[in-house]
């Protein structure tokens, strides 16, 4: 199926031959994607954001996210928003630390691949629901709490914005409302669930199904 003009342009990215050309060919038969090129995670990363200028990375990890975990800091480095793709939830957490804008599972469907770097590359932040508990360790066995107090109207508004990785300035803007108001309903927002970041904020309002990625 040929690819649609304005179709996603995806950059592969894994250490293993087999698992880029694998990857490479899945995300191919997307209409929604472009796949301009695949690289070794050893390779010279900038370099090929220069040839190949992609909107998004698709970047495996292997089956043991851990000996790739020293390479995947150069995540946050990139200037291109990476899609992880993720073994299991082992090191989940870690891997959002290195910049990463998406996590997902190496076994997701094509179609959800292709899900999640058109909304990375649109600055969106996808979390497969397996990993989101990694991300909250102390909620990993326990159901959410709900929160202490029901957000309003207005503050899901924000929430939502949050979750799109939009800046203060940003949501402002998109509300019609100064910067110093947003801080207030962002601080209200954490307070009600009981977070301390708005990634943190963000995965427990998932969880509580407040908001959907």
Known sequence: MPPIANAVRVL??????????????????????????????????????????????????????????ERANSIRDLGVPVVALLPDETNAAEVWTTGARSLVARNAPGENLAVALAAAAQGLVVIDPEFAAALLPAARDQSPAQPIEALTPRELQVLRLMAEGQSNKVIARE???????????????????????????????????????
């Open 12 to 69: 592969v990215v894994a250490e293993d031959p087999l698992a880029r050309a694998g990857l490479a060919t899945l995300l191919a038969n997307q209409s929604t994607l472009v796949i301009v090129g695949q690289v070794a995670v050893d390779a010279e990363l900038p370099g090929a954001l220069q040839i190949y200028r992609p909107d998004v990375i698709a970047w495996d990890l292997g089956a043991d996210s851990t000996r790739a975990l």
């Open 175 to 213: 509300l019609g409302i100064s910067e110093h108001t947003v801080k207030f309903h962002v601080n209200a927002i954490f307070g009600k669930l009981n977070a301390q970041s708005r990634t943190q904020a963000v995965v427990i309002a998932t969880r509580l199904g407040l908001i959907l990625l």
